[in-house]
């Protein structure tokens, strides 16, 4: 970050302030170093050492401008999450520090690189200026934690960039690069070449200027800007499908309406009430619980540290259907070449007209730029010779959910593949080891479970077969990163984790309906919980008869059946569980209805009515189950693992936290009772946690 001279002028003034805080000057500019890794996230010592640096500077009267600069990968990245449940009682609060800094009557400048991200961005809120390097990014990503910028930004920010801007950047919550945050004038300076001395010639620039430095909450150019009234409720208006089920977007929105109505002080009492509100939240708990879970997956405690990792510098992709052109995508955007390999011309060609038609599709969004296209396209080498394999790291089967074909093909594989290669399949439930078992070398096969589309979902199931060697496992879980994968690593069994979890929740709600709801209804009440779809509508979208419906063994036993049996499988046949008009558009079918009463009638139940509520718990309580079960039979690491997996894989709510984080809010005690009351066995590890007082989403503790 900072050339040679300039770093060790400041290493030789530099004084410690604490262990996190050095205190320098390089002639008549104080710089000030945060030096806290991994992310000099705004912990209690690094509040501290702000509080005393900012205090120092003030009163060194040498000292006649101030720089704020961090050492390591980025800059603030924002309050610490982890003290959000545990703050350290003896640091200064965030806000007195950040008004000490907003008090400083000398010129402040905030040095930026890497990313300057919540109470990070809002810290360079408080300095007078901002610089920062080209690849610098900055934003306000708390709607991600169900939060909003606590710490001034929905005060500070509108004043700079306008209430318009500042609303989108807060609630899509997605940082903005260093360019366009210098044209909207929240960057006053991109610094090309060392940050660290650009930081301070524009400190110097500032003092020799002679004007007064502003402090942006007495900034008013973003308020200036021409919006109309109406801006506040367009805005709630255009994004009313997005915020559904989300509580902080609007206190965001009430938060930047403040702004432009109040006074700087009442802005941010307001600002601090609505931050409260959502700080309480479960909806927030939720999210910053993922928000570490998802960082803990990688994390596998029987495996030995230090664990190598074999390189992955070739991968080869066998089947171009659907999931293989897919996962090919993943690693030729992650730089890595392709050998993609068909058995018939025409399914390759398939393959890869669909994975440039995916590339073009990311080029029009904007989400790639055409050198990129052309680079990944250019690492797809497409074949019909497995032989090509032969100088493959890494090579995954991702052909039609056969046993035997599988296995065939992983024995000629064995034939083929270099030694070290790795071999995966991605095979969605078929057992691992017994695919493992058609090869010489059991210990380099493993499972990579990739999620439909490969390309987008972000969830790899890692499945590790009982002869899969340690650094194979070590290998897939490092590579996860490399392709943006979140990776959970899984025994085997059927359905390894996210499909085992689902299923209970689909035979639960095919039994609900014999009970009194519609399919409508069921699916009426998952939406309003925050799936996207309901299980029935998500029947119909996939397909009735490719749901283990046979047409030879069929007999008119359930619902589905039935309805299989009379050539309604769903939207391609614009029937299923609904009815279907020419668009898809769903409608409840007076056919379905007839069907569910007579099972009802068969099933000599008493219909009845169910709230929306009994309907969630009735398919959630077997999820819950059956995830403590994965969690006793050693499948899956952790309970946290199991609730990743269902919002990367199955767009379970993330506002819920996943089912085992459900059960705890609901608390175990009542989950078994419940459990008990609708005929189903507690898994024993339930009771257990539940006689001990312990919770269910962060078992086990020592993971
Ligand atoms: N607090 C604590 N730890 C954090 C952290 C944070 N804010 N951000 C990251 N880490 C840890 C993370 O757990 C991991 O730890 C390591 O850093 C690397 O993270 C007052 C209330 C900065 C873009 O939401 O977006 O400020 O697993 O694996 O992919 O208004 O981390 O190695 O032990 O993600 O390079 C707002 C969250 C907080 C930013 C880097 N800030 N962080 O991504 O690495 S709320 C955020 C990120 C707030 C104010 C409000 C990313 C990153 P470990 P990583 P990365």
Not at 358 to 384: F, M, Q, V, W
Not at 661 to 678: H, M, P, Q, S, Y
Request: net charge negative.
């Amino acid at each position: 970050m900072a050339s040679g001279q300039t770093l060790d002028a400041v290493r030789e003034s530099a004084q410690s302030i604490n262990d996190v805080t050095t205190y320098a000057r390089v002639g008549t500019v104080a710089v000030i170093t945060i030096d806290s890794p991994p992310v000099n996230a705004l912990g209690g010592a690094v509040r501290r050492g702000l509080m005393d640096a900012f205090a120092r500077a003030a009163d060194d009267s040498e000292a006649h401008a101030v720089v704020l600069a961090c050492a390591g990968r980025t800059f603030i990245a924002g309050a610490d999450i982890r003290e959000f449940d545990a703050p350290d009682p003896d640091a200064p609060d965030l806000l007195d520090v950040l008004a000490r800094i907003d008090a400083c009557p000398k010129p402040t400048v905030a040095a930026i690189h890497g990313t300057a991200l919540g109470g990070g961005l809002e810290t360079a809120l408080c300095c007078h200026y901002r610089v920062a390097t080209p690849s610098a990014k900055v934003g306000l990503p708390e709607v991600a934690l169900g939060l909003l910028p606590g710490a001034g930004g929905t005060q500070r920010l509108p004043r700079i960039v306008g209430a318009q801007t500042a609303l989108e950047m807060m609630v899509l919550g997605k940082p903005v690069a260093a360019a366009p945050a210098h044209e909207i004038g929240l960057i006053d300076t991109i610094v090309e070449g060392d940050l660290l001395e650009g930081a301070i010639a524009f400190a110097r620039n500032a003092v020799l200027s002679g004007a007064p430095p502003v402090p942006v909450r007495e900034r008013s150019e973003g308020l200036s800007l021409p919006h109309d009234a109406e801006l506040f409720a367009r805005f709630r208006a255009d994004n009313a499908r997005a915020f559904k089920g989300y509580q902080a977007p609007e206190n965001i929105v009430r938060a930047v309406e403040a702004a432009v109505t109040l006074p700087f002080e009442a802005g941010m009492r307001r600002e601090a009430e609505l931050f409260q509100e959502l700080f309480a939240s479960r909806q927030s708990a939720a999210l910053r619980y993922l928000f570490f879970a998802e960082r803990q997956t990688a994390r596998v405690p029987d495996l030995p540290t230090g664990t190598p990792k074999r390189p992955i510098a070739k991968v080869g992709v066998i089947g171009a259907g659907t999931m293989g052109s897919g996962i090919a995508m993943n690693f030729l955007s992650a730089g890595i070449p392709v050998t993609l390999v068909e058995q018939e011309d025409a399914a390759l060609e398939r393959g890869v007209a669909a994975i440039r038609r995916n590339y073009e599709i990311s080029l029009k969004k904007g989400k790639l730029t055409p050198a990129t296209l052309d680079a990944c396209t250019e690492r797809l080498h497409p074949s019909l010779d497995m032989a090509d394999l032969c100088e493959a790291d890494l090579i995954i089967e991702a052909v039609f959910e056969k046993m035997t074909l599988k296995q065939e093909i992983f024995a000629r594989l064995d034939g083929i593949a270099r030694p070290g290669a790795i071999l995966a399949t991605n095979t969605s439930f078929l057992d691992i080891n017994a695919i493992a078992a058609a090869t010489s070398r059991p210990g380099d096969v493993i499972g990579l479970h990739f999620f439909s589309p490969a390309n987008v979902m972000r969830l790899l199931e890692v499945v590790r077969g009982s002869a899969t060697r340690p650094d194979v496992v070590a290998t897939a879980m490092g590579l996860a990163r490399t392709i943006a994968k979140i990776p959970v690593l899984s025994g085997v069994c059927d359905g390894f984790i996210a499909n085992r979890m689902m299923t209970p929740r689909m035979d639960a709600a095919q039994a609900l309906i014999l009970e009194g709801p519609l399919p409508w209804e069921v699916d009426k009440a998952m939406v309003a919980y925050g799936f996207a779809m309901g299980p029935f509508a998500m029947l119909d979208l996939v397909g009735l008869d490719v749901i283990g419906w046979d047409p030879a063994t069929s007999t008119s036993s359930t619902v589905t059946q039935v309805l299989c049996e009379t050539g309604r499988w769903g939207q391609k046949r614009q029937a299923g569980f609904y009815d279907y008009d020419a668009t898809r558009r769903p409608s409840p079918s007076p056919v379905t209805e007839a069907l569910v009463r007579e099972f009802q009638f068969r099933a000599e139940t008493q219909p009845r009515l169910f709230s929306g509520e009994e309907i969630v718990e009735r398919l959630l309580l077997p999820v819950v189950n059956e995830g403590a079960r994965i969690l006793e039979e050693g499948i899956a690491l952790r309970a946290s693992d199991i609730d990743v997996a269902l919002v990367m894989g199955y767009g379970w709510p993330p506002v819920t936290g996943g089912p085992m984080f459900w059960a705890d809010t609901v608390g175990l005690e009542k989950i078994i009772a419940r459990l008990e009351a609708i005929g189903e066995t507690p898994a024993p590890l339930l009771r257990r946690l539940a006689d001990d007082g312990a919770a269910l989403h962060t078992w086990p503790a020592t993971a």
